[in-house]
């Protein structure tokens, strides 16, 4: 069993900057694409970015703001965030599946998922 667990949400100020880290156990992590997603209050979960072994895929809202990246010697992922804006503040989660051709972007596509961590962007 896939198990993810993210890290390194918390309360930051509009400009600021935040990284978290999604690690991976259970599995091959060289498998699995990963993606991460955001649930902001009263709306529907939405895609933020992929990576995979053909390279990344990012939402427009936060493309030239977060960069995704992955750690295969220590089965982590990774998404930076700068330029953090209110707009930002949502609970974040780590979703994984096996690799494909196609990136994914669509929650459906992913099997296991993390617990989630909050990020808060103060105006």
């Known amino acids: 069993q896939v198990q993810l667990v993210e890290s390194g949400g918390g309360l930051v100020q509009a400009g600021g900057s935040l990284t978290l880290s999604c690690e991976v156990s259970g599995g091959t992590f060289s498998y699995y694409a990963m993606g991460w997603f955001r649930q902001a209050p009263r709306k529907e979960r939405e895609f933020v970015a992929t990576i995979n072994w053909r390279g990344t895929v990012y939402a427009e809202s936060v493309k030239g703001r977060f960069t995704i990246s992955r750690d295969n010697a220590k089965n982590t992922v990774t998404l930076q965030m700068n330029n953090l804006e209110s707009e930002d503040t949502a609970v974040y989660y780590c979703?994984?599946?096996?690799?494909?051709?196609?990136?994914?972007?669509?929650?459906?596509?992913?099997?296991?998922w993390g617990q989630g961590t909050q990020v808060t962007v103060s105006s």
């Open positions: 979703a994984a599946r096996p690799q494909g051709v196609v990136p994914a972007t669509e929650e459906e596509e992913y099997d296991n």
